[in-house]
């Protein structure tokens, strides 16, 4: 089994442009994550899904971050625009349910550099 | 408020001696706790929890309330070991249900 899929493993903008990183959970898998890793940190969440509904986006930067997970499968996690801060490692995270949240499986990460 | 601390950014011993990652966490509910492990050039993946209470690649840790501790221990350290250890605690209340990291401490063994 692949495990879970993320898209691009890279990618370099400069400012102010837009971005979006793609994911692919593991097969079954209701629950999926997107965290935010800096330099340096753990991984911090950003917006959790069970199937289709965000039910935990509070510490989404609504103004510039938006993602959707249609179908209840992939997920999308965008940014616009991007700033400079931004740069950093975001990782895509499945688990069976909510129930199953201290086992994750994470992707491989995208890391954005933003110029 | 919930958080979890690793005062060790790094931790380099030699081959054989034994190692102590330490791990404390602030939550006033009842802790769910867990290491996380990241090999070089690999993803993120659960090394064990503190709920099964099991041993994996020779490592332990054990939950102590009263010290609000979760260390994670092994007698005898091997080359392979060396990576990345997250701590982490699982946080629920309302809508949220989510793991907190802490900040990771390199584990590097030397031959």
């Known amino acids: 089994e692949a495990g879970v899929v993320q898209s691009p493993r890279y990618k370099i903008i400069e400012k102010k442009q837009p971005v979006a990183f793609w994911c692919n959970p593991i097969?079954?898998?209701?629950?999926l994550y997107w965290y935010l890793q800096n330099l340096g940190q753990g991984p911090e969440l950003l917006i959790r899904?069970?199937?289709?509904?965000?039910?935990?986006d509070s510490q989404l930067p609504k103004d510039r971050f938006s993602a959707e997970r249609l179908k209840g499968v992939d997920s999308t996690l965008k940014i616009q625009p991007a700033e400079l801060g931004d740069s950093a490692v975001y990782l895509c995270?499945?688990?069976?349910?909510?129930?199953?949240?201290?086992?994750?499986?994470f992707g491989e990460g995208s890391r954005l550099t933003v110029l | 408020a919930q958080r979890v601390t690793q005062p060790e950014k790094l931790l380099s011993v030699f081959k054989g001696a034994p190692v102590e990652l330490k791990c404390n966490y602030s939550y006033s509910g009842s802790p769910e706790l867990f290491w996380y492990v990241q090999y070089s050039r690999q993803r993120l993946q659960l090394l064990l929890r503190h709920i099964s209470r099991e041993s994996i690649k020779g490592f332990t840790a054990d939950l102590n309330k009263g010290e609000t501790s979760f260390h994670l221990k092994k007698p005898f350290a091997q080359e392979e070991d060396s990576a990345m250890y997250y701590c982490a605690l699982r946080y629920y209340g309302g809508a949220t249900n989510k793991l907190i990291f802490g900040t990771g401490t390199l584990l590097a063994v030397q031959p």
């Open positions: 899904y069970e199937n289709e509904e965000a039910v935990d």
């Open positions: 995270a499945s688990s069976l349910n909510r129930e199953y949240t201290g086992e994750l499986f």
């Open positions: 097969s079954g898998h209701n629950t």
